[in-house]
C-alpha cells in the first residue's frame, strides 16, 4: 500500500512517523511525499489540491482511499486494525469522519511551532 502525503504538514509528518514505528522498512507501507516538486499526482490520477486536501492511501487493488478510510486501511495493512476499528462503526463513522475533516482543514495552524534554538513551542 501507498501512502501519499504533505511532506510540509508537521502533522502529516507526525503520522507518517507513526506508520513508520511498526513498519521501518516499508516492508507494507510505501510513503510519497506530494509536497515534493518531482512528485507527479497524474501517475495516480489525481490532483494534486485533491492530495492536499487529505491523507490518502493508494491500494494494491487500485483504489485510493482518503482520510479516515485511508488511516483505517493503513492500520489495518501493519496488523493495528483493531485500534481504530470503532472509528469504522456506521454509528461512529461520520462522526470520526467530520473530526478528522476539520483536523485536515487546520492541519497547518495545529502543527506550527515558534522555535529558538533548541528550544520549541506550540504557536497560538
Known sequence: MTIYYDGSCRVC??????????????????????????????????????????????????????????????YRALGRGWWLAPTGWPLIKPIADFFYGVLARNRYRLGRTDCDGDTCKPRR
Open 13 to 74: 509528518c507526525d503520522q507518517r512517523d507513526r506508520f513508520l514505528r511498526h513498519d521501518p522498512e516499508q516492508q507494507r507501507l510505501v510513503h510519497i511525499d506530494i509536497s515534493d516538486p518531482s512528485f507527479d499526482p497524474d501517475t495516480i490520477g489525481a490532483t494534486r489540491e485533491t492530495l492536499l486536501a487529505s491523507i490518502h492511501a493508494g491500494t494494491p487493488d487500485g483504489r485510493l482511499l482518503r482520510g479516515m478510510d485511508a488511516v483505517r486501511c493503513a
